[in-house]
Every structure is written in structure tokens, then in C-alpha cells.
């Protein structure tokens, strides 16, 4: 994989195109924009912008052959007819051991709160120019790349 550094506040953007092994100019023809309209003046930088949907990405995966597949590391579980607490699903250590089992070495989209990155398997490629350790993000969720029949 081809670490990639964002020019501005398009993570996800760069981490498909990172995880896809393309280039982010052509994924931003392909959607149609690029992320950076204002749609929410009262808040600050990088949160006031439209930013990317992940909807729109998975449009990109599939016309070249794949999908991804969303895998939390938290899942949780709650009826929808009450307000109730949130249960969660499992032990942490097995939540985070599922996890890894799970992304092990597939490509993969890995989101945190607020910052998406590229994962090849071995290594966290962040969009901001470096490559990280999994244990050194705080990820809630990967979006792991899978061939379309």
C-alpha cells in the first residue's frame, strides 16, 4: 500500500484511495465533490464540512469489483422500543480480539471518532503523511475490502 498525505480534511477519501490503489483525484470525480462544502457554520475546522459518506465510497468499491464490509469493535445492543441502557455484546477482550481476527490481513477502511485511516493488513497508514501501529488508534469500526462475486 502507497501512504498517502491528505492536502485537507479528506480522511476517508485518502484511506479509500490508499486501501483501492488509486489516486484520490479520480474517487473525487466519481462522487461528484469534494467534501469540503460547508453545511455546518456554527462548528469549527474539520467538523463544519460535509466531509464523505461512507455510502459514497462503497459506490466506488463496487464498480471496480469489491465491497466492504463493516465490523465494529464495540457492537452493542439495544431494543428500539425503550429506553433502555445500551448493553454490549462482548467482553473486551474478546471484543478486541474478535476484531483482529476479523481485519487480520485485509485491506480495510478503519474509522475513529473523528479520523479514517487505511489498513494493509500489517500496518495503519494515516492520512496525514504517517504509518502507525494498530494499538496507537483509537478505531470504533473497519469497513474490511471484499471481492464482489
Known amino acids: 500500500m502507497k501512504l498517502l498525505h491528505q492536502n485537507s480534511h479528506q480522511c476517508l477519501l485518502y484511506s479509500a484511495a490508499m486501501v483501492l490503489g488509486e489516486d484520490p483525484a479520480v ?9 469540503l462544502d460547508i453545511w455546518w457554520s456554527e462548528l469549527y475546522q474539520p467538523y463544519c464540512h460535509r466531509g464523505h459518506h461512507i455510502q459514497e465510497i462503497i459506490d466506488c468499491f463496487v464498480r471496480r469489483g469489491f465491497g466492504l464490509m463493516p465490523i465494529q469493535v464495540y457492537p452493542t445492543s439495544k431494543p428500539r422500543v425503550a429506553d433502555v441502557e445500551i ?8 471484543a478486541v480480539g474478535r ?3 476479523h481485519i487480520g490481513n485485509r485491506p480495510a477502511i478503519l474509522i475513529g471518532a473523528s479520523h479514517s485511516y487505511a489498513w494493509d493488513g500489517e500496518k495503519v497508514f494515516d492520512p496525514n503523511g504517517v504509518t502507525r501501529e494498530i494499538a496507537d488508534v483509537n478505531i470504533m469500526e473497519a469497513w474490511i475490502m471484499t471481492k464482489l462475486i
Not at 87 to 93: L, N, P, S, V
Open 87 to 94: 448493553k454490549q455484546i462482548y467482553q473486551e477482550d474478546v
Open 99 to 101: 476484531f483482529l481476527a
Open 27 to 35: 474517487l473525487l470525480r466519481e462522487i461528484g465533490h469534494d467534501g
